[in-house]
C-alpha cells in the first residue's frame, strides 16, 4: 500500500491515484512487489529535524529513505521536503513538478536497491530515474 501524508507541506502531483500506480508500475519493472511505502511531504525545517534526529547530519536534504524492504517486497517511509525541491528545481532549471517527481521515484530507486554515492552509480540511478519519469502518464 503505497500512503501520502502531509506534514505541513501538501501533495505535489495533482493525482495521488495517478502517482500510487507509477510508483506500483516502477517497482514492479524491477521484478519487486509493493509492500508499505509512506511518503510524508514536509517543510525544510521538518526534514532538518529527521536528518538531525536519525542520521546524526546537521543540513537540510530535499529526501530521505528509511528502508524496510523484506526480500523483493519494497516498503519504507520516504520523507521529503517539498522547499528543497523547490530549491533544486530552480537550481536545476526544471519545472517544480518534474522535480516533485524525480524526488518521489528516487527514493523508491534506493529501496530497490540503486545507489549513487560513485559517479557511476549516480550516472545509472540519473538513467533510472529518466526511464521512470518516462512512464508517467501524461494528464
Not at 523483493?72 to 530552480?90: K, M
Not at 517527481?101 to 550516472?123: C, P, Y
Request: aromatic letters at 12%; charged letters at 25%.
Amino acid at each position: 500500500m503505497i500512503t501520502f501524508v502531509e506534514e505541513g507541506a501538501k501533495f505535489p502531483l495533482k493525482g495521488k491515484n495517478i502517482t500510487k500506480a507509477w510508483i506500483k508500475s516502477v517497482i514492479h519493472g524491477y521484478g519487486k512487489k509493493v509492500g508499505d511505502i509512506t511518503y510524508i511531504f514536509c517543510d525544510d525545517e521538518y526534514i532538518l529535524n529527521i536528518n538531525s534526529q536519525y542520521l546524526q547530519h546537521d543540513y537540510y536534504t530535499d529526501i530521505i529513505t528509511f528502508d524496510y524492504v523484506d526480500g523483493d517486497t519494497i516498503s519504507g517511509d520516504l520523507f521529503i521536503s517539498l522547499e528543497t525541491v523547490t530549491t533544486n528545481a530552480e537550481k536545476f532549471s526544471q519545472d517544480f513538478t518534474t522535480e516533485a517527481k524525480r524526488v518521489i521515484i528516487h527514493g523508491v530507486l534506493h529501496l530497490i536497491g540503486l545507489k549513487d554515492k560513485t559517479d557511476s552509480e549516480q550516472i545509472a540511478m540519473r538513467a533510472a530515474e529518466d526511464k521512470a519519469l518516462s512512464l508517467y502518464p501524461s494528464n
